[in-house]
Structure formats: C-alpha cells, structure tokens
C-alpha cells in the first residue's frame, strides 16, 4: 500500500478502490477526514496527534490542501478522497451487505433528516439509530449500550474536529464496531440542511472557496491552510 508522508503523519496516497481494501484488512478501523486545518490542529495538541498516527487510524487525503502538502513533502497522494464520498462508500456496502450504520452528530433535526434521506437513497440500508450531537461525551451511557446492544457496523460521527475524534477515541474500543469515521459536516450535507459545491467547482478544488462563500465564519479556519503548508515546507528543507 501506499502512503504519503506529511510532517509524520502516514496519509493514505491511493486511489477510492483500494482505499476500501484496505480498510477492510483492519479488523478496527478509524478513518481520519485528513483536511490541513484538521491535520494543523494535530501538530498543536499531543492527545489529537496520537489518535492520527495511532495503529488503527488511516488518514485520507481530504482536500486539496492536503494533496498540495503531499507534493510539497515529495510524496503525493493518487488522489483527493472527499471523506463525505468515502462514507457514502461505505453506507453503499454496508446496504449491499445486509449491514447496520449508527449516525452520531448535528442537530436533532438534521441527522434525523440525514437518516431518512439515506433511507430512500439505500432502500436495504439498516440505519440501526442515531443521536444528536449535542450531549457531554464523558456522561452517554444510553447512547454507548444503545450502540453496544445493535452492533453497526459503521458509526458515523459528526461533531466537527476535535470533538468527534475525542469521542471516537473514547468509546472505540468497547464498542462492537468495525468502522469508527468523524465526518465534520457532513450530515448537514446529506440532508439537505447545506449544499455541496458544483460539480465542476469540485474537480478543479474549489470546493472550499464555496463553503467560505456560504458560511463565511469558515473564512477564519481557512489561516490553517497557509500555516500547514508552510510547516511541510519548513520541514522539507529543515
Ligand atoms: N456539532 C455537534 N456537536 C457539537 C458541535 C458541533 O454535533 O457540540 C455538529 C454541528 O451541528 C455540525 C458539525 O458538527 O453538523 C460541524 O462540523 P464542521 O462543519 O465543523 O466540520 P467540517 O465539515 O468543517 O469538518
């Protein structure tokens, strides 16, 4: 398999395909939304660094940042993996499988909305439950037994960066689970609540500039990008 090297993390470099074989050799897997602000935010916080690098974590190349840093450092990835097509990848198995999801993350009205948008998209797909995101991640007993006791396959979490990995880290572990993946804002795109770029706005990576146009408070997050490359840089010729 091949990855990229970035500042010391291992960032996987291939293409969606073999993205999916791979993570089916793990028999627990924790798949990292490898965006530069979410990779940044790494370099400052020992506890998020060690959940990235940590064995069972696979970072993907999520936006074209991070495909710039792998280029910068000397080793680029194939491909840009969106986390949001990597999780609909999964969902697709999972319903093709006769396998269960568990949606973790938003607010009460948009993972419900999400859920039942993907109910008609995957019509043999067991959503097994879900729950907002708004609760204390050291106190949710009913909604770890609930998980414990339906067995998903795949929990999708979607809490925004550091929180969603802060919970996966906690809870994997007991959790009869094989796929564990924060997924930021994405249910707020699969149910409609916002809208994803253009297509074409996409392919030639501005996707980003889209967002910031529709949320402008993304504008500040933005500086990591500039900051993480310029670490890869540093670190290239240091
Ligand atoms: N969110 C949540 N609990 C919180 C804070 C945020 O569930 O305590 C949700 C919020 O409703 C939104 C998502 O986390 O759906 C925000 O993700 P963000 O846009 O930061 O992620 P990105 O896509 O930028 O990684």
Redesign the pocket.
């Known amino acids: 398999m091949k990855f990229s090297k970035i500042l010391g993390y291992r960032v996987f470099a291939g293409s969606k395909e073999e993205l999916f074989e791979y993570l089916d050799t793990f028999e627990k897997v924790n798949i990292i939304?490898g965006?530069p602000?979410?990779l940044y935010n790494g370099m400052k916080d020992s506890e998020l660094y060690s959940i990235f690098t940590g064995g069972s974590s696979v970072i993907i190349p999520d936006g074209v940042g991070t495909v710039l840093a792998s280029r910068i450092a000397g080793s680029p990835v194939k491909e840009k993996l969106a986390?949001i097509e990597v999780m609909q990848g999964i969902i697709e198995s999972c319903a093709e499988e006769g396998q269960g999801i568990y949606l973790i993350?938003?607010?009460e009205e948009?993972v419900s909305a999400c859920a039942e948008k993907l109910k008609l998209k995957y019509p043999g797909l067991n959503i097994m439950g879900w729950h907002?995101?708004?609760f204390d991640i050291d106190s949710c007993g009913e909604i770890i037994s609930d998980i414990k006791e339906k067995k998903p396959k795949a929990v999708f979490v979607?809490?925004?960066?550091p929180?969603?990995d802060r919970f996966i880290l906690k809870y994997m572990d007991e959790l009869p689970c094989r796929i564990f993946m924060?997924?930021?804002?994405?249910?707020?795109v699969m149910s409609g609540n916002i809208q994803r770029a253009p297509e074409w706005m996409i392919k030639i990576g501005m996707e980003w500039l889209y967002?910031v146009s529709r949320?402008p408070w993304?504008l500040k997050?933005l500086s990591s990008i500039p900051k993480f490359l310029t670490a890869v840089l540093l670190h290239r010729e240091g």
Request: charge should be positive.
């Open positions: 939304s965006n602000e979410v986390g993350g938003a607010k948009v907002n995101g708004y979607a809490m925004g960066s929180r969603q924060g997924v930021g804002g994405s249910f707020d967002r949320e993304r997050r």
